[in-house]
């Protein structure tokens, strides 16, 4: 069970994120302009991306996938 639930609240992170940078201009995304400033604008912007977006969304389907595999479900 905490498979599941770990996997759906990291699945919801990920598109949190993109819901705010899409419709909400990157509004309440503290840490995207301190990367920004650190890293520059292209890369602040593709590190925040990656471990904000893509990886939460990519360990989300992997932890729901291995709940479902582990009660024969999928």
Do not use: D, W
Request: charged share 15%; aromatic share 8%.
């Amino acid at each position: 069970m905490g498979n599941l639930i770990f996997g759906i609240l990291a699945l919801l992170m990920g598109l949190l994120t993109i819901y705010l940078r899409v419709f909400k201009n990157s509004k309440g995304l503290g840490k995207l302009e301190t990367m920004k400033e650190a890293y520059g604008e292209k890369l602040g912007l593709a590190i925040h991306i990656i471990s904000y977006t893509v990886v939460p969304i990519a360990v989300g389907i992997v932890m729901i996938v291995k709940y479902l595999l582990a009660e024969n479900l999928l």
